[in-house]
């Protein structure tokens, strides 16, 4: 079993930058596939980006590319969204999600996910 708690999300203005954090529970974490959706009023739940468990493949929505930055520190159980340049349009709330059935070919795919955190707020004022 794993247990992923989100942390880093908050108020800032269009521009600006966050960093959000997921820490995680349970030593099988560091072997599974990760990935962060974001879920906005009203929407369905989006993939945003996604990393392999060694790091090597990183995975991104079109609306993020070259504004966000997904890793991982195996070391420390923990993966992370950097973002930066952030839009009105980047208000949601933000989920770190894995599990042992995700591939490098169905990151983008909730359904393969066993394992979510709880979420944390990012709301972008223009």
């Known amino acids: 079993q794993v247990q992923l708690v989100e942390s880093g999300g908050g108020l800032v203005q269009a521009g600006g930058s966050l960093r959000l954090s997921c820490t995680a529970s349970?030593?099988?974490?560091?072997?599974?596939?990760k990935a962060w959706f974001r879920q906005a009023p009203g929407k369905e739940r989006e993939f945003v980006a996604g990393v392999t468990w060694g790091g090597g493949t990183t995975t991104y929505a079109d609306s993020v590319k070259g504004r966000f930055t997904i890793s991982r520190d195996n070391a420390k159980n923990a993966v992370y969204l950097q973002m930066n340049s952030l839009k009105p349009d980047d208000t949601a709330v933000y989920y770190c999600a894995t599990g042992p059935r995700v591939t490098r070919a169905t990151m983008t795919d909730s359904r393969q996910y066993d394992y979510w955190g709880q979420g944390t707020q990012v709301t972008v004022s223009s």
């Open positions: 349970g030593r099988t974490f560091s072997a599974y596939n």
